[in-house]
């Protein structure tokens, strides 16, 4: 019997570090020659139903290590989520089709919550349908929201990058606000959960320091307490340094950023809640304000990489590796804390049960009284997943070596047009 | 005679790197024993005129050289113009009284146009007011607007960190635009001139990539050319990444930004481009779309420092030192680029006089015949600003190791208060 194949997908919104797990995994899988090649989906479960695959068998070894170092997702994410068996059969019976036709034995699926109910689902699936597959999960989220694993791969780096931006922006305003600029807003993303947002606070290394609010979203915005402490800051310190998450809401579950305006063009204006809290505080309080939203350059800022994240996320792509080899199916490698200080971690192994469809907020006790800092049981869990750094070579051109996507070939095609969904 | 000493002042938005040319004012001075004290103003010329000046030669030999990779105005800047000598006389005779009072025969005035226009006048009244002050300027903008000098201090570190975060954040969209977000639009500054837009064209590695479209405020805003080429970015490459200057305009000369809309507070929207473009494609074309903006993150990130330009700011506070040690007033240095292949640069002297209230916008032949792309003759003079790195050191806590401000205390006052401004 030949040795089954490998097949790879990254699933969802992507992090700087999504393709170091890709790279562990490609890595790993190179070192076991009694195993097959490694697939990749093009853009996640969609290239899988399209049986668009690339073979990354002619990657060079130092094209997989540059994937180690490469932010957004090399093959193509994608936002798709499979409904149950009972609804979306069709999906996984073409899913196990295309697995049949290019002899794929174990598959990965590299994203959050709905990524490893996916996958669940996928392992059940393909006993019933007499082509066993095995189905590892490989964790990554910016949003740290999974269950079970201490920490989700992406999320220290933006975490770093939050913190570094706080602390870099808050020197800035601090200098100008003697005449001009008291106050800096900073946007980060986070719907549901804080933990974004609260990464800013590691900025604060001594008490007055900036960050001096942050809102979550897991707390209601309380308009009269936020500008009394704007207010305050601004006499104590001469400036404050606000860090907001976009998922903030009002006392009716509202989100802050739902404005319903409609821009000079006649267009609803989108997201955006910092604007939002910058007009208040200048309409409120009158201070001018400057206002800055992270986005995308939060998610892919793997120019100042957490070094434990780099580490983590390739560890979780090498486990799954090993998972697969030692016949495990149903399973996502986690990251286990075994002490803060100093900071040790493994690999443990969760049941893709367990994982799915759960969403870790953040805990009650992670925000102070007030409901606008950090505490110290925060800093604790968070302090150690900034530490280090990895920094990606550079060009000549003063730019990052990022691998550039399109460096493999798509797998010729053996099955029949998929053209039941989208 | 006892030697003069010299007072410091920052003016105007900060830079990344406006600390590393008082680190080279400051080291340099240390240099020469047979000079005198080096000041401090705190919140630039205001802090002259209060006559709140710190002492820097209590600062240890290591926090000046971690100045040298501190963002922020460590010192405190300051937004306030001085005015003629005819209409202002008053100030500029408070300010000849605090440098007598404190022996400063020798002002550097670290800043843009303005300041070299201010520098300039306080230099000649020095002698009408039989107390001859030596005033040098040390040019900072990130606007790279000054007339004269090749390249302003604190551009090229803006230049750098806006092509990675195009090039990061491109990545990314790239990722997810097969069945999610399809647009980017980065708005970064530049009220009139478009240095730091086009910087971003550098990410531009090869013909169709990111980014495929840039809006410069030299360039009137043409709607239907842009959503068109929008388009076609969609169509040919899946995705579109937009940077966007804050200071586009309309074709009657109205900043986009300028949307004249009220939130739900009831306060008049501030700033932001970026979300107005948003709303444009997602309501002309459809497409969903991301879109950030840097504000102060671009101007405050001495994390992705360029090299040239921390050696760049640090050479003209070194040159300003020798300029004053041997006589020179009414000056700043500037630099001049001797080659750009391989790039070769070395300090001039400008007259303040020829340097003050001056703008440089990008040459038109620096914007491509569509007015959305940057030439190779832009390309050729901003590649060699960018190149290098220079990582400030960092703590255990994994944030960058920046000084903390206030490590020198004020100068006993010996003047009366200052009452008459603000």
Known sequence: MTAKNFLYAQSGGVTPVINASAAGIMHTARQYPELGAVYAARNGIIGVLREELFDTTSMLDEQVMALRHTPGGTFGSCRYKLKGVAESRAEYERLIEVFKAHDIGIFFYNGGGDSADTAFKISQMGTQLGFPIQCIG????????????????????????????????????????????????LEVMGRHAG????????????????????????????????????????????????????????????????????????????????????????????????????????????????????????????????????????????????????????????????????????????IDASGFAITQACRDYLAPLIAGEDYPPYRDDGLPDYLRPGQCPLLPQKLAKWTKTE
């Not at 079970?148 to 601090?174: H, N, Q, R, W």
């Open 138 to 185: 490989v964790p990554k989220t910016i949003d740290n929201d999974l269950p079970i694993t201490d920490v989700c791969p992406g999320f220290p780096t933006v975490a770093k990058y939050v913190a570094i931006a706080t602390m870099e922006a808050s020197l800035d305003v601090m200098s100008m606000s003697a005449s001009s600029t008291k106050v800096f807003i």
């Open 195 to 366: 933990w974004i947002a609260a990464a800013a606070g590691l900025a604060q290394r001594q008490s007055g320091d900036a960050p001096q609010l942050i809102l979550f979203p897991e707390i209601s915005f309380d308009q009269p307490a936020f500008l009394q402490r704007v207010q305050r800051s601004v006499t104590e310190h001469g400036y404050c340094t606000v860090v907001v998450s976009e998922g903030v809401r009002d006392d009716t579950g509202k989100f802050l950023s739902d404005s319903g305006v409609r821009d000079a063009f006649g267009h609803a204006q989108l997201g955006g809640v910092a604007p939002r809290i910058a007009a208040l505080i200048k309409g409120e309080l009158g201070h001018k304000c400057h206002w800055a939203v992270a986005d995308y350059l939060q998610r892919s800022a793997r120019h100042i990489a957490s070094r434990v994240d780099v580490e983590q996320a390739w560890a979780v792509g090498r486990a799954a590796v090993e998972f697969a080899a030692a016949g495990e199916s149903g399973v996502m490698p986690v990251i286990e804390r075994v002490s803060s200080k100093p900071y040790q971690w493994r690999i443990a192994k969760a049941q893709l049960s367990a994982m799915a469809n759960q969403e870790k907020l953040m805990p009650r006790t992670f």
